[in-house]
């Protein structure tokens, strides 16, 4: 499948690369199919990768490996809430976490209240809100040294 792409024009894809979100993400419910692209030219995984919508090419969002951003990151979930994208195994989990980039880059946040949730072994995702209080929506990857 071609996916005509935000930031890296046209891609080919293969449909098992493709996630549903049921749910859609918040604030763009109506938008359901998603792959995640990244520049892959470099030696190591990039730090950000781009959640890619297959069907809106505007539509693309940058988003990390939690685990990059806080070592122990463990959201805490209702087992219920994770229904809706099957069951799974915990080595089929994937988590990912929103980011904002503005045009001071010194200020680019994560969203560690709203992580992406998705099951690796049948492409369905969610975006949770997590029971964690201490992680917070506006997350900033820069911390000041004050």
């Known amino acids: 499948m071609k996916v005509d792409s935000r930031y890296f024009g046209e891609v ?11 749910q859609g993400i918040f604030g763009f419910e109506e ?13 190591e995984q990039p730090f950000f990768s ?9 539509l ?7 685990f990059r ?7 805490i979930v209702e087992d219920a809430l994770l229904d809706a ?6 080595e089929d ?13 010194k200020k680019t946040s994560v969203n560690m209240k709203a992580p992406l949730i998705i099951n ?11 029971e964690n209080e201490d992680y917070e929506i506006k997350h900033m990857l820069v911390q000041d040294e004050q």
Do not use: M
Request: aromatic share 10%.
């Open 93 to 105: 989990l994937l988590v990912f976490l929103l980011a904002t980039v503005p045009g001071d880059v």
């Open 85 to 90: 994208i099957g069951t799974c195994e915990t």
């Open 69 to 75: 951003v806080k070592e122990d990151y463990n959201p």
């Open 120 to 130: 690796a072994a049948n492409r369905q995702g969610i975006q949770l809100i997590v």
């Open 12 to 22: 080919e894809i293969e449909d098992s690369k493709i996630i549903h979100f049921e």
């Open 31 to 43: 938008y359901k199919d998603y792959t995640i692209l990244y520049d892959n030219e470099g030696e």
């Open 50 to 58: 781009w959640l890619q919508c297959v069907t809106e090419k505007a």
């Open 60 to 66: 693309a969002f940058p988003i990390v490996n939690p």
